[in-house]
């Protein structure tokens, strides 16, 4: 049987971020079956990497490449003061969240430096230059405020196959992502599966 490298999972389920296991679980799944030797995914929205390694496993075992995007600056919950705020990511020199070492260290730990290439901006302007129709997978999990994740999904989605796989985070009744999962619904895309809050939908 097919599984995760254990110490990847060990290590992801260690990480400071938000994705439990058995959601992280489904992307490492939904990656592994959805994905072949050379194809791209991107996720958008990495934090520390949690959601990275599962990803990343998968795209490693398959010889598939992920482009990991966040500008590392956090949301606007994870500033100072704010409620998901970790004085961990905090550097203090410029007065701003970054959580960019702690995601690399991650990564190399997880001995992925060869599979996950990190992206580090806005991840609007990123999705806007990225080549139309160039990937199998994207995940979306980046800033959750409405006009962010509706600004995020309209850049990227033109980027996907049309076959290929789409997954939402944090798509709850009330929230940004769960505005865009219907938007997604409205553009032919319909749900394959679906761990709690995270969904992974095709057009196919
Ligand atoms: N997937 C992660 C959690 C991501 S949290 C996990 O598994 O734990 C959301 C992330 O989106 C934060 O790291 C934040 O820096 C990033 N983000 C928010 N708005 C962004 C933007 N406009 N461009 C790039 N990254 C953004
Ligand atoms: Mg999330």
Redesign the pocket.
Do not use: L, N
């Given at each position: 049987m097919v599984e995760m490298d254990s110490a990847c999972r060990h290590l992801a389920m260690r990480?400071?971020?938000?994705?439990p296991d058995d959601q992280?679980m489904m992307l490492w799944r939904t990656a592994y079956n959805g994905l072949d030797v050379d194809d791209l995914a991107v996720?958008?929205?990495?934090?520390?990497?949690?959601?990275?390694i599962y990803l990343g496993d998968a795209c490693r075992q398959r010889g598939a490449r992920l482009y990991s995007?966040?500008?590392?600056?956090?949301?606007p919950e994870?500033q100072k003061g704010q409620p998901f705020f970790d004085p961990e990511t905090y550097f203090e020199p410029l007065d701003v969240?970054d959580?960019l070492p702690s995601w690399r260290a991650n990564i190399t730990y997880a001995g992925l430096e060869d599979t996950v290439i990190g992206v580090v901006?806005?991840?609007?302007i990123?999705g806007d230059d990225w080549a139309e129709g160039s990937l199998r997978l994207l995940?979306i999990?980046?800033?959750?405020e409405s006009a962010?994740v509706k600004?995020?999904y309209d850049a990227w989605m033109p980027t996907l196959e049309a076959d290929g796989f789409l997954l939402l985070?944090d798509v709850d009744p009330g929230v940004g992502p769960y505005e865009v999962w219907k938007q997604a619904h409205n553009d032919g895309f319909h749900e394959i599966f679906a761990q709690g809050s995270l969904k992974v939908l095709t057009r196919s």
């Open positions: 990480a400071k971020g938000w994705m992280g996720e958008v929205g990495a934090y520390c990497g949690k959601s990275t995007v966040d500008h590392h600056r956090g949301s994870h969240v959580t901006g806005d991840s609007k990123i995940f999990d980046g800033g959750h962010q600004a995020d985070h």
